[in-house]
């Protein structure tokens, strides 16, 4: 069975070790060529998208958890979300797996409040929510250089 990180969101280690296992795996003779050259361009790119990742990763999301107690301990209290909640939610040793394990718990409490403000037709909590949810995607997008095709 595959952990359960590799079902949704591989991690960097998982990530790695499968870049390392096909690099480390005889091609077959039929597999020369085109396929080969594009094999090893897809574990480069993978390896790049992992780099940027880990290049401020940790800072975007120690970013998302701040901004997402900040949300939840200002607006959860009227809207049946306690704060206190998001407060247990510690980022730990700052490292990806368990600030993403935080994160996760705080982004299902903020849904909740989605919820919740929908429901009692608060606008601009609505509003806030989703402007919140664009920042967040901003800054976890991955910019890539642009390649030549491989033939």
């Given at each position: ?63 998302e958890n701040t901004a997402l107690r900040a949300l939840i301990a200002e607006a959860g209290p009227q809207h049946g ?23 996760a718990r705080l982004r299902r409490l903020v849904i909740r409040l989605h919820e919740a403000a929908e429901q009692a ?31």
């Amino acid at each position: 069975m595959l952990p359960s990180s590799a079902v949704m969101t591989p991690t960097v280690p998982e990530l790695l070790n499968g870049c390392m296992l096909t690099l480390m795996t005889p091609p077959r003779a039929e597999d020369a060529g085109l396929f080969s050259a594009a094999r090893l361009r897809l574990i480069a790119l993978v390896n790049r998208l992992v780099a940027l990742e880990s290049a401020d990763g940790s800072a975007v999301r120690v970013w998302e958890n701040t901004a997402l107690r900040a949300l939840i301990a200002e607006a959860g209290p009227q809207h049946g979300v306690l704060p206190g909640a998001a407060a247990e939610t510690a980022d730990g040793d700052y490292s990806l797996a368990v600030l993403d394990a935080a994160n996760a718990r705080l982004r299902r409490l903020v849904i909740r409040l989605h919820e919740a403000a929908e429901q009692a037709g608060d606008i601009e909590l609505d509003r806030k929510i989703l402007k919140l949810y664009g920042e967040m995607a901003r800054r976890r997008e991955l910019h890539l250089v642009p390649v030549k095709p491989v033939a």
